[in-house]
C-alpha cells in the first residue's frame, strides 16, 4: 500500500488550517491530538500518494515562518475498513505521471544510499571480489550473484536525485560515494589482474572489453528502471541487478585487464563504463523529472532547472561524443 501517515507537531494555530487542508485536498483520515502543556499540538493524516507531494509542501509552507515544528512520514501497511478512495484524490494528477514516494522521502532514501560507511566499503569489496571470480571462472551465475549486491546503485540514484532537484550537497556526496567504489573495484581487480592468471577466452571477461550500440540501450534502460522503482516504491533488488550489469562488471574488467597488462582491453573495458555512467544518470534523471520531481518553492525550481539544463545537456554531449567513439573502432579507425 502506497499510503503514509504524516504526523505534524505544531502550535495549537495552525493545526485548523492543516485539519482543512487535508479535508479539502483529499486525504484519507484526519486526527488532531489534545494539547499538550508546551501548546502544541499533534495532527496525523493518512494520505494516499496522489495528493501526498501537494499536501507536504503546503504544510512546509504553512509552518514556514514558526520554529517550534516538526512533520514525519510514516509508512502505512495497511488501513481497515478498506477506505474508499476521497473524491479530491481521484481528481488529482494521474497515477502514472506521479510518484509515489515524496520528493523528502526519496531524498532521505538517496542520502541513505550515498553512504561511504564501512558498510558500503564491505559491499563493493564483497561484489566485487565475486563478479572478478565469476568474470575469471566464465560463471554466469556467479557474476549474476555480484549484481545482486548492486553497492553502486545507491549512489548513482542519488547523483541523479541530486541534480533533478539542484541539491549540491547530496550531489557532492554521491559524486564521493560513486568515486569510492569504483576506485576500490578498481584497486582490488588490478591486484587481483596481476597474481591470477587470466582466461582470454572467457566469454563473460571478454564481451565486456568492447562496447556497441546495443549496451548504450542496456544502460538507458537500465537507469530508467532504476529510477521508476524509487520513485514507485517497489523493490530495488531486480533493477539493482540490471545496473550492476552496467556498472560493477566493466569496472572489475578495467582493473583485470590493467592488472595483466593489457592496456588496449583495459581501454575497451573502461569506453563501456564510461558509456554506462553516462546513459544511467541521464536516462534516471530524466525520469525524475517525468515524474514531476522539483524543488518546493519557485526560485529553487529555477535554479534547479537551470542546473538541470546544464547537467542533462552535459551528459547528452558526452553521450554523443562516446557513440562516435564506438563508431570509430566499429570502424575500424580507432
Known sequence: ?????IEITCERGHTDTIRALGETKGVIDVRVGLPEEDGRQTCSLIVGP???QIILDKVQTILGGSENWSLTVLPVEAVLPVPAEPEAARKGPA???VARESREELMSDAARGAEVDLNFILLVVLSTIVAAIGLLENNVAVVIGAMVIAPLLGPNLALSLAASLGARKLLAKSIVCNLTGVSISLAICIALGT???IDFTSTELMSRTDVSYSGIALALASGAAAA???TSGLSSTLVGVMVAVALLPPAATVGLMAGAGRTDLALGALLLLVVNVVCVNLSTMLLFLFKGISPRTGPE???ARHRVLIYAGALALMLVALAAVIWLRQSGTA
Do not use: D, E, G
Request: charged fraction near 25%; hydrophobic fraction near 35%.
Open 228 to 230: 521508476l522503482s524509487l
Open 95 to 97: 497515477r502514472s505521471s
Open 1 to 5: 500500500m502506497a499510503n503514509r501517515k
Open 195 to 197: 597474481v591470477y592468471p
Open 50 to 52: 496522489a495528493n501526498r
Open 301 to 303: 525550481k529555477q535554479i
